[in-house]
């Protein structure tokens, strides 16, 4: 039985390749400045869409930064974004294996980084965090490794290594710490969610979520909220599963979405789409068809996630839910 600790806020975003917009979104990450900063990918890696696009939850549009090119201050493939204490943004680009920082406004700071497996080098980094010290560990994909890094850029530690044995890691992606310090890591080619203790030691895994014990498949982000609950978005299952602390199931998240704000605007302006939309069957019945698939299932029916590739939380505890081939983020608070 689903305990609903989580209701149905809103949705954010509408698909465009330039300006307002997201096109391809990988992560997210909700600023102390209360914007919001959204690393677009773009189909292809093509050069029209790469950008970061700042936005707040009442659909304000701020603008955008780090578009495509390889200078100082561009990105060519952005995965993953995450907010240090001294309040300066990460992007991590899994294309040309470097973190690029900047400060709210998009201003560029400094970046580092390189191809390969020695020193500061990396191979499709696709995961990053902070602790509580300032401290953050990258998810270096293609190395099969966590890196854990001090505020001044030193090297503190590294774990996982290749491999399918529990304490190994085989394509880690999300990573969050929780309030404990452990870190979590979406172990994405061995299908489990793993947890490290700060100083890299293996501590324990989990792999399977419901009532049922559902198989859990290619886990794309983890995020652990202030009671220690987990939600893991699967990108497999194209669902976000929620458990307490001790692994119990909580909830299950298929997606609920509505018209975001831009995407009301943009059907009040277009009547010519919002005639078609009003004529399509946005939710089709899912016994008549027997679609049994969960990425069949996605790919044809609106209000669900599609490719939930990241899973993160605000100040207040709201939970944000990025969708890579719907173009939108799914916003869900807490129940009372």
């Not at 979104?25 to 890696?45: C, E, H, L, Q």
């Not at 995965?79 to 990460?90: G, H, K, M, Q, T």
């Not at 976000?240 to 997606?255: F, I």
Request: proline share 4%.
């Amino acid at each position: 039985m689903n305990k609903k600790i989580l209701r149905y806020k809103l949705c954010l975003g509408i698909i465009a390749m330039e300006g307002r917009g997201f096109e391809y979104p990988a992560d997210m990450v909700a600023g102390s400045n209360d914007r919001i900063y959204v690393p677009n990918r773009s189909r292809d890696v093509g050069i029209r869409g790469v950008r970061v696009s700042i936005l707040n939850l009442d659909s304000e549009y701020f603008g955008s930064f780090g578009f495509y090119g390889e200078n100082d201050g561009e990105l060519i493939s952005p995965r993953c974004i995450a907010e240090s204490i001294d309040e300066r943004l990460y992007v991590v680009d899994d294309r040309t294996n470097k973190i690029s920082v900047f400060d709210f406004d998009g201003n560029f700071i400094c970046r580092f980084g390189g191809p390969g497996k020695d020193g500061w080098e990396l191979n499709g980094p696709s995961g990053i965090c902070f602790d509580h010290e300032n401290n953050f560990y990258i998810a270096d994909t293609f190395n099969h490794r966590i890196r854990k890094v001090d505020s001044q850029g030193k090297f503190m530690l590294e774990f996982g290594s290749g491999g399918d044995v529990l304490s190994q890691l085989n394509l880690p992606w999300g990573i969050t710490v929780a309030p404990d310090g452990n870190v979590f890591v979406a172990d994405w080619g061995n299908d489990l969610v793993k947890i490290y203790s700060p100083k890299g030691e293996f501590l324990s895994f989990y792999g399977t979520c419901g009532p049922e014990g559902y198989p859990m498949k290619k886990p794309s982000s983890v995020a652990i909220d202030i009671n220690g609950n987990t939600y893991t978005a699967e990108w497999g299952n194209e669902c976000v599963h929620v458990a307490d602390s001790s692994g119990n199931h909580l909830q299950t998240l298929r997606g609920e979405a509505t018209s975001s704000q831009w995407a009301q605007e943009f059907l009040a302006a277009n009547h010519e789409e919002s005639d078609a939309r009003n004529k399509s069957d946005l939710a089709p019945d899912l016994n008549i068809h027997n679609w049994e698939d969960p990425h069949t299932q996605s790919a044809h029916i609106e209000q669900y996630f599609w490719s939930p590739v990241s899973v993160k939380f605000d100040t207040a505890c709201r939970l944000y839910v990025t969708e890579s081939n719907r173009h939108r983020i799914q916003v869900y608070e807490m129940n009372d």
